[in-house]
């Protein structure tokens, strides 16, 4: 079912599983019994040919199984907040005319713009209500325009709103699990880069975001790591580093770590030896020369003693 290759999907690209909070959150909203979802077998009538009595079976099991729940005793949707609150722009939401769309991160409802709203009505303009990265509705930016008040959002609201901030003020308080989430070794050698120049994940990120605008850092990859689902090629880091280079910018929870990863790649590409800690140079002493398939290597991920005897942080010649 397609439910089960969503299922197999998430578990080769661990980077897109929600949190547990945050499926918890989800499971909280969830309103359709699971008994719902449960079909019985069919039954057939002696000739052999299906009764139809049992035709709509699986209809009769979620009528009975939903004869408790009613949308009259559940408590009526409000729609999102502008439908409630004029945003700055003075729109409101018209009930039954305005479209909107859910939100790919937290599951709030946020009005489709209409393409003169998002004109000069007002300064600022209301902004994009999709990630420029993977175009996936995102709230957070939206309802920070509204200055909607923090204490109206839930938790999983709250990662939207944290992350609508502009890249310039985004704080990581560690390194993302995405940067060579592929490669133990090269992830560690870089934390030991970080240490001796006295970077901490936010001041790194910060750092490589003032280099790539002052167009003295280049990232010239599209996706990084082994191409068998570990590492990062769901979103094109190019396009990210694109967005990037304009001031002002946000992205969605899922695009942000995978830039900062692209990012840190290649200001980790750019360093000497001398910037570097020895394990950077040699392994067990003996030199690391470059991997033949650099990056991209499978072995890198599964192979302690390969991920530390060559160098990864390369591009491949094979």
């Known amino acids: 079912t397609l439910a089960n290759v969503i299922e197999a999907f998430v578990k080769e690209n661990l980077h897109l599983q929600r ?22 077998k069919r039954q057939r009538a002696a000739g052999g040919a299906e009764s139809s009595d049992h035709d709509l079976e699986f209809a009769e099991v979620v ?22 609150y004029a945003a700055p722009d003075g729109i409101i939401c018209i009930p039954g005319t305005s479209t909107h769309e859910t939100c790919g991160v937290c599951g709030e409802e946020v009005p489709v713009l ?18 420029g990265g993977c175009q996936v509705p ?3 930016p939206f309802y920070k325009w509204c200055v909607r008040p923090v204490e109206t959002y839930d938790r999983l609201q709250q990662k939207c709103w944290a992350q609508s901030t502009r ?16 490669n133990s070794v090269e992830r ?36 990084l790591g082994p191409q068998d689902g570990r590492g990062l090629n769901v979103v094109g880091i ?8 304009s001031p002002h910018e946000s992205m969605c929870p899922r695009c942000l770590p995978i830039l900062a990863a692209g990012l840190m790649f290649a200001w980790r590409q750019t360093l000497t030896a001398q910037s570097c ?42």
Request: proline share 7%; charged share 25%.
């Open 167 to 182: 890249l310039e003020e985004i704080e990581f308080p560690v390194l993302p699990p995405e940067v060579f989430r592929w």
């Open 63 to 84: 009528e009975s199984d939903l004869s408790d729940f009613s949308l009259d005793d559940e408590e009526e949707g409000d729609g999102c907040y502008n439908c409630q």
């Open 277 to 318: 800690p020895p394990a950077a140079s040699t392994f067990n002493a003996t030199r690391r020369d470059d991997c033949w398939y650099g990056h991209t290597c499978r072995t890198q991920a599964h192979n302690h003693n390969h991920a530390g005897a060559k160098n990864h942080v390369c591009v491949g010649t094979r």
């Open 114 to 131: 209409d393409p003169t709203r998002q004109g000069a009505i007002c300064d600022p303009p209301a902004p994009t209500i999709r990630c």
């Open 238 to 245: 190019r396009a990210l580093v694109a967005i990037a280079k």
């Open 188 to 223: 560690q050698i870089l934390e030991g880069c970080m240490t001796m120049a006295g970077f901490t994940a936010t001041q790194l990120f910060r750092h490589c975001l003032a280099e790539l605008r002052a167009g003295r850092l280049e990232c010239s990859h599209d996706c």
């Open 138 to 140: 995102f709230c957070g």
């Open 19 to 40: 949190d547990p909070e945050d499926l918890k959150q989800l499971d909280s909203r969830d309103q359709l019994p699971a008994a719902a979802l449960r079909a019985r």
